[in-house]
């Protein structure tokens, strides 16, 4: 199948490791030009030297905190002079913070909110006259699972995913007319750095092995294994593509089957 993804401009935020890093070596390995943007650049560099030489593709690395305005207006500025468009925006930056409901200081749900929440409405904002003035274009925002799963210990994620997929179909409405689709993918527990830093501290929590916890939280999956960076950067190709120009305004939970509610 092509995705005539060949020549396309892609941004990628969040995209030194982890899911970010996964969709942008995907979409380089289809031919897009890939704009790699993430806080620290020396692991952006190392990045986008390991994308290169499993791509042969030359992505092109833009540092910056996304939880600032002036910094996101700057990244979106800058790959726009470097490629003269932006075809494709995948807003995957930041990481929300968890804990206890009633101890979670007042500065944590503020700062983590402006990385994933505010981060991802700036950058569609910086992005969204581009793409209309070129003719059309795609956006695709990675949610959390949490957006439909709330749990008391994961709050302030839950809240702003959930938020994040309001704004995901506000965002299609007013893209549409425009020829610019909306799409999100909602992953749930991904083979990351960051889940596995999770499992070390929910297993020393629990009084049980790395390993111990580890399985038991893929055995509580139907399919046995949570999900590799790979399952969620193949969604994010294909949404981004030729071949889901009828598709916006939805959100697609990967979760390998673990979800138990029927959205309509």
């Known amino acids: 199948m092509d995705l005539e993804l060949k020549e396309k401009v892609a ?6 490791r982890g899911i970010g890093r996964a969709i942008a070596r995907a979409l380089a390995a289809e031919g897009a030009r890939v704009a790699l943007c993430a806080r620290d650049k020396g692991t952006l560099e190392t990045a986008a030297r390991e994308i290169a030489r ?9 540092a910056g905190d ?22 494709i925006l995948v807003n995957n930056a930041g990481a929300i913070r968890g804990g206890d409901f009633f101890a979670i ?17 700036r950058m569609a904002r910086a992005v969204f006259p581009l793409m209309r003035a070129q003719g059309g274009g795609r956006i695709v925002n990675v949610v959390g699972a949490a957006a439909r799963n709330p749990t008391t210990g994961y709050l302030p994620g839950g809240v702003a995913n959930a938020g994040l997929v309001n704004f995901t ?3 299609a409405e007013l893209g549409a007319p425009h020829g610019i689709l909306a799409t999100a993918v909602s992953p749930a527990a991904t083979a990351t750095e960051r889940w596995e830093g999770l499992i070390a501290q929910q297993a020393a929590a629990a009084g049980k092995t790395v390993e111990q916890y580890r399985a038991e939280a893929m055995a ?14 193949d969604l994010v190709c294909f949404l981004a593509s030729a071949r889901a120009s009828f598709l916006t305004g939805i959100c697609i939970t990967v979760d390998g089957g673990a979800t138990r509610g029927v959205y309509l």
């Open 11 to 16: 941004l990628v935020t969040g995209a030194s």
């Open 220 to 233: 509580a999956y139907p399919l046995k294994r949570i999900a590799r960076p790979e399952d969620i950067a």
């Open 54 to 62: 499993e791509t042969r593709a030359e992505p092109f690395i833009v």
């Open 105 to 121: 200081p007042d500065a944590q749900w503020a700062g983590d909110w402006s990385l994933k929440l505010l981060g991802y409405i």
């Open 66 to 87: 996304l939880g600032r305005l002036d910094e996101v207006e700057r990244v979106a500025r800058e790959v726009h002079q470097r490629f003269g468009r932006i075809d």
């Open 169 to 171: 179909k506000g965002l």
